[in-house]
């Protein structure tokens, strides 16, 4: 299984669209055999649904996400888990262990990006 994270710095980045890398890791049996950080090479929104499919990820793990983008990974029958904020390596530990995390109704309605933020509000998120 694949599992994947938009990051920056090795902190999930907030605003899944305007992710420039993804933290993938390669899980077997609950333990984590690999990772590797990889650039979107300019893809965004929608598209990176596509881009985690050619690397064959089953679940995403991120912050805050549009509902195109959600719409996407599910056509894709991706696992989502968005609201999550954090340390990649720490949150994948958290992720395999089954501890609940994130929140399954977070999704970024707005559209008017500034510096790679979104505008969300804290109720948003």
Known sequence: MK???????GMIYQHFGHAQEFTIYEVEAELIKWKEVVSTEGSGHEALADFLTV???NVVICGNIGSGAKNALREKRMELVPGVTGNADDMIIKYLSGE????PDTECSHHSHEQ?????TKDEE
């Open 100 to 103: 609940k995390m994130g929140n």
């Open 116 to 120: 790679g933020k979104c505008g969300c």
């Open 55 to 57: 690397h064959s990820v």
């Open 3 to 9: 599992i994947a994270m938009p990051t920056e710095n």
